[in-house]
């Protein structure tokens, strides 16, 4: 089922001249809210549907400033003076977000409209035009908004604007079905073709996923497959290379993208108070990479 906001889009951040999610120069928008729990995922705040609030402790510099704004009184001072955080009285309201000059407060999400999203992504035209890029919704899981999803894609496509939507496709056939008539482009994540390391790594069955791709990849659009390389669960030339033997053949894959893990996402995980799980883990290195990239040259 698609959870469409009443007033307007439940999105975390929106990044201009990205390079990283489509072709050419981007705009991409992140939408708020997961259906999956990737336990390396990189971006903790995109999960929730809900408001969230970071504190970056070692960034406080106890100025009392958020004590005062907050009318919920969670924040105070203790009896040496440290600012302290009762995240559990918190109602997010993002008062102490405005007052907090250090920024050690930070919000993760917020309700814009299409038409406010439109104005930040036109001002852009000519970059896209030049670059063939254009935007890219991104998540979270983008699909979980289908219905808002549609409408922005399509005020897009009336300007000329080049779309694209990265999804992981745990959802429903219906919500690809309403989006795939102003999509240019889907990036398909892809972590794992074995439905208990799927189940293991992500918290769910992989089996509407894979089924939905099989659906899509007879579609008349373009597809990038992506694949995050995890140790452990993906880094390996089998793994990676029965996904290439996938999609081969198909017109409507234009390539695939191997992601290395990384964790810049660790001081995202403290600042809301939640545990990084994917901790013990390393960056796969140059010469690994280059073997998983062969692997799929090979196929």
Not at 59 to 68: A, D, P, S
Not at 116 to 140: A, P, R
Request: charged residues 25%; positive net charge.
């Amino acid at each position: 089922m698609s959870h469409v906001c009443d007033n307007g889009i439940n999105i975390y951040d929106l990044h201009r001249f990205s390079w990283n999610d489509g072709p050419g120069i981007r705009t991409v928008v992140f939408l708020k809210g997961c259906n999956m729990d990737c336990f390396w995922c990189q971006n903790p705040e995109s999960q929730s549907s809900r408001r969230e609030i970071f504190y970056y402790k070692e960034r406080c510099i106890n100025c009392g400033n958020c004590v005062k704004a907050c009318p919920e009184n969670c924040h105070f001072c203790d009896k040496s003076g440290i600012h302290v955080y009762d995240r559990g009285k918190c109602v997010k309201c993002g008062d102490c977000v405005k007052v907090c000059f250090s920024e050690a407060l930070g919000a993760a999400g917020k309700r814009m409209t299409d038409g406010s999203i439109m104005e930040e992504i036109i001002k852009d035209m000519e970059f896209y035009q030049m670059s063939g890029g254009g935007v890219t919704l991104s998540g979270g899981e983008p699909l979980l908004q289908a219905g808002v999803c549609y409408e922005l894609l399509r005020k897009c496509r009336e300007k000329n604007i080049g779309t694209a939507l990265d999804t992981a496709g745990n959802v429903e056939w219906s919500d690809f079905q309403m989006v795939l008539p102003v999509t240019d482009y889907f990036l398909y994540d892809i972590k794992a073709l074995d439905d208990e390391i799927h189940m293991k790594a992500c918290g769910v069955s992989n089996k509407k996923i894979l089924k939905n791709l099989r659906k899509l990849l007879n579609k008349d659009v373009k597809i990038i497959i992506r694949v995050p390389v995890i140790p452990g669960i993906n880094d390996n030339v089998d793994t990676v290379r029965s996904i290439a033997q996938m999609v081969r053949g198909y017109k409507s894959v234009e390539k695939i993208e191997l992601l290395p893990l990384h964790n810049i996402g660790r001081s995202k995980y403290r600042a809301l108070e939640r545990e990084y799980r994917a901790g013990g883990l390393t960056t796969p290195g140059q010469g690994k990479m280059a073997v998983l990239k062969r692997s799929i040259s090979l196929v």
